[in-house]
């Protein structure tokens, strides 16, 4: 073998056509690995599991009118409070926006480093994380379980396993717990729990996310993420050349062999390869995959096989970085002598941030314009006008104002667009301003009235003329119109 | 055993129905345990709610089942709940005056709302879903009212009705002039032009109004209960024929078939069928639709 030959990965044996369609699941258990992307992990994993489980305890003070939880989705009331956010039902659009945004990110991160999401952010990855931490925990690592399951007493057996999944029962309950809170102010919920008080629907929500969680990062794990999601699919459609992913270096871990025999070759002077064929980098990861016959749809990119890799070249004095972030690319252009390129800026990137600054830009700019108050209006359809005793023509409208503010305020109701129009409000109005009927609506409230067009006016034959109406705050000013039509015969 | 033996599949080591289609074989695997233990459940479940439960049609009735549920009760019990949940507002509704629920903005609501329901259940058949009405029947959205279009007055109606069997019904009683021969037919054209001519209609072609006759005739025989001005008596309930709305159509033939035939429109008590609060919203409702006075 001489230097010029270029260095190929070893692939993945060839498909058997004839080998049933159905795999028998494999159950994986992990090893606990140490090493920057574990740090990296545990950290993201107290902060998104804290923000989690924290959050609706959050005070957010928004005067006497409105709830004090920072972040509360109060269905009973049709409100999605977020901090200084208030979100009303029909301003659903925000959330398509944030959904929109989310998806932008995804690309981005897929396109700068690949599957950034799956490996250190996806729910499923983050609780599965725990599960098996908390199971290694319990059971010891699994070299330890195997010796275990030879030696330990039966006795024993069963101990570790009710602990186990007592614990993991506890983490999934705590889960669906944290999740109702969302939904109502969090601590008189968490009281209403445990008093037994509590609506029936938060126990059963809490009961069926406790037996989601249970089930899908206690026993579905990986197989959620090669089978279930459909992230994977559509990422391995996005991605590119230039993003970085968890890759095996095979330029300079091929031709792999044990610590031994590759030493033995290099000091004959024979090239070898960095890779000793420990297999540190399957036991460590928590989908079971091998690294080193490339990127895979079961790879979720967590880099444990990284810091796996890394401590083994540590102790048998090789560089670290034989699994690193890099391309695929990069490993064909070391071996034509070329050096690595890292181009995070590039067509794809750019875009993605041009359209979240754009998306992003759109929201915050709809969010800091959009009003306090609101008026609907619809025409009476039965009938669609009336010919009163003097000969003059009315028309109905129910007309719906909306104060999105969390103090009561008074509206002036005008009309224009019919000649010699009168507007009468029905019900008991006590005041006017400027001859304009005034109504007071509720904090944070809508106020539903009917309104009266009547006018003397000779109109022409099937007329109907666009009519307006608006409504403006009494003591701000603030108005808001909406558009009708006035029908006559 | 042999015949058993041949029909294995290779792959899987799995035995075949013996079936073959293009090639393509059946394995014969059993039904998953858990899915047949399920299948038994059901039956299980379908027997005991077949004895538990109303289930069977008989030939006059259906078997009732030992734990005697009727969707009858339950209908009882949802609604026994809604009276429940309207509670409080609908004891305001009881004790609240007319004018007062005209005064507050939630009763308002919630007397419309209430009355909207209880309109289009009972009186939609004649006045129509928008109490647009129709010849003969009111238009309730307007301003013109031959028993009075106050609170009161309306509330009064819906009560006793009109020319109802209800002692204290609305009874007006316009006669049959021409059928009765009371007058004779000129003169009842007569006063028909007249009375068209009291809110300016205009006279069809070809008809010479002998207006001053017309006007004889009125004051000797209409004036009686629709004023000498012939803007009606809402306590006969006389309609105003002054005004430009017409129970009864404004053409020359239908003023004519009024006077010769008479009119006596007849809408029902409600007081005994329906309960206060419901004839309370009733009202409310009506009065909102924007002819109350």
């Known amino acids: ?489 | 055993m042999a015949e058993h033996q041949k029909n294995v599949d290779a792959v899987t080591g799995v035995s075949t129905t013996g079936h073959e289609w293009d090639g393509i074989r059946e394995l014969n695997n059993p039904l998953p345990r858990w899915w047949l233990w399920t299948f038994y459940a059901c039956i299980v479940w379908a027997v005991v709610y077949w004895i538990a439960y109303p289930a069977w049609p008989l030939v006059s009735g259906y078997t009732s089942g030992v734990l005697g549920w009727k969707s009858r009760d339950a209908i009882e019990v949802q609604l026994a709940d809604l009276r429940t949940q309207r509670g409080a507002f609908a004891q305001k509704l009881q004790d609240a005056s007319l004018a007062e629920i005209e005064a507050s903005p939630e009763l308002l609501s919630f007397a419309r709302a209430q009355g909207r329901a209880a309109f289009g259940d009972n009186c939609a058949p004649c006045h129509g879903t928008g109490a647009a009405g129709s010849v003969g029947y009111p238009n309730l959205n307007d301003d013109d009212w031959m028993w009075g279009g106050s609170l009161e007055q309306i509330q009064q109606t819906l009560l006793h009705g009109i020319r109802s069997t209800d002692a204290d019904a609305h009874v007006g009683d316009m006669p049959a002039f021409g059928r009765d021969a009371m007058l004779p037919r000129p003169e009842i054209v007569a006063a028909a032009d007249y009375v068209r001519s009291l809110s300016n209609l205009p006279v069809p072609a070809g008809v010479t109004p002998d207006l001053a006759k017309g006007k004889e005739v009125f004051e000797a025989n209409c004036a009686a209960c629709h004023g000498a001005d012939g803007k009606g008596n809402i306590e006969l309930g006389a309609p105003n024929l002054t005004d430009g709305i017409w129970l009864y159509g404004s053409g020359r033939d239908a003023v004519i078939a009024s006077i010769t035939n008479g009119r006596a429109g007849i809408m029902p008590a409600w007081g005994g069928r329906l309960d206060p609060t419901t004839i309370k919203a009733l009202t409310v409702y009506v009065h909102a639709l924007g002819g109350g006075k």
């Open chain 1, 1 to 489: 073998m001489n230097m010029a030959t270029k260095v190929e990965r070893l692939e993945e044996p060839e498909y058997d056509d004839d080998a049933p369609l159905y795999e028998a699941r494999r159950k994986i258990y992990p090893i606990a690995v140490h090493g920057t992307f574990r740090r990296i992990k545990w950290a993201l994993l107290i902060v998104t599991l804290g923000i989690y489980y924290l959050l609706p305890f959050l005070r957010w003070d928004r005067g006497p009118n409105a709830p004090s939880q920072a972040v509360l989705v109060d269905l009973a009331n049709g409100r999605f409070y977020f901090f200084f956010i208030e979100i009303w039902p029909q301003e659903i659009y925000y959330v398509t926006g944030l959904l929109i945004l989310a998806a932008l990110v995804l690309f981005l991160m897929n396109a700068v480093a690949g599957r950034l999401w799956c490996g250190y952010l996806c729910p499923q990855t983050v609780w599965t994380d725990l599960f098996q931490a908390i199971e290694r925990m319990v059971e010891g690592d699994p070299r330890e379980r195997r010796e275990k399951l030879k030696t330990a007493s039966r006795t024993q057996r069963v101990f570790e396993a009710a602990a186990k999944h007592t614990l993991w029962l506890m983490v999934a309950w705590w889960t669906g717990g944290a999740w109702v809170l969302y939904f109502a102010d969090a601590p008189t919920l968490v009281w209403e729990l445990f008093t037994g008080t509590a609506p029936l629907v938060a126990y059963l929500w809490i009961a069926i996310l406790t037996f989601t969680t249970y089930v899908l990062a206690g026993h579905m794990r990986e197989q959620v993420c090669t089978y279930m999601c459909p992230w994977p699919r559509i990422q391995a459609a996005l991605t590119d050349e230039y993003a970085f992913n968890v890759t095996y270096r095979y330029d300079r871990g091929e031709p792999r062999g044990s610590f031994k025999k590759s030493e033995a070759l290099r000091a004959a002077g024979v090239p070898s390869g960095d890779c000793i064929d420990c297999k540190q980098c399957v036991a460590a990861c928590p989908t079971g995959v091998d690294i080193r016959l490339g990127s895979q749809l079961a790879c979720i990119q967590c880099g444990l096989c990284i810091d796996a890799c890394d401590t083994v070249m540590n102790k048998v004095g090789r560089p670290a970085g034989l699994i690193a972030y890099d391309t695929e690319m990069n490993v064909e252009r070391r071996q034509q002598g070329l050096a690595p390129v890292a181009k995070v800026f590039r067509a794809r990137t750019l875009l993605y941030a041009g359209l979240i600054v754009v998306v992003g830009g759109i929201m915050v700019a709809t969010l800091a314009m959009r009003g306090s108050e609101g008026v609907s209006v619809i025409h009476d359809r039965n009938p669609l006008f009336v010919r009163l005793s003097d000969g003059s023509l009315r028309n109905a409208y129910t007309l719906r104002i909306v104060n999105k503010q969390s103090l009561p305020r008074r509206f002036a109701i005008a009309v224009d667009g019919v000649p010699e129009a009168q507007l009468e409000v029905v019900g008991g109005i006590s005041e006017t301003e400027n001859g304009h009927p005034v109504v007071e609506v509720g904090p944070d409230q809508t106020y539903e009235l009917r309104a009266l067009v009547s006018t003397s006016a000779k109109l022409p034959a099937s007329a109907s003329l666009p009519v307006t109406f608006s409504v403006t705050d009494v003591i701000g000013g603030e108005t808001t119109t909406a558009p009708d039509h006035f029908k006559g015969p």
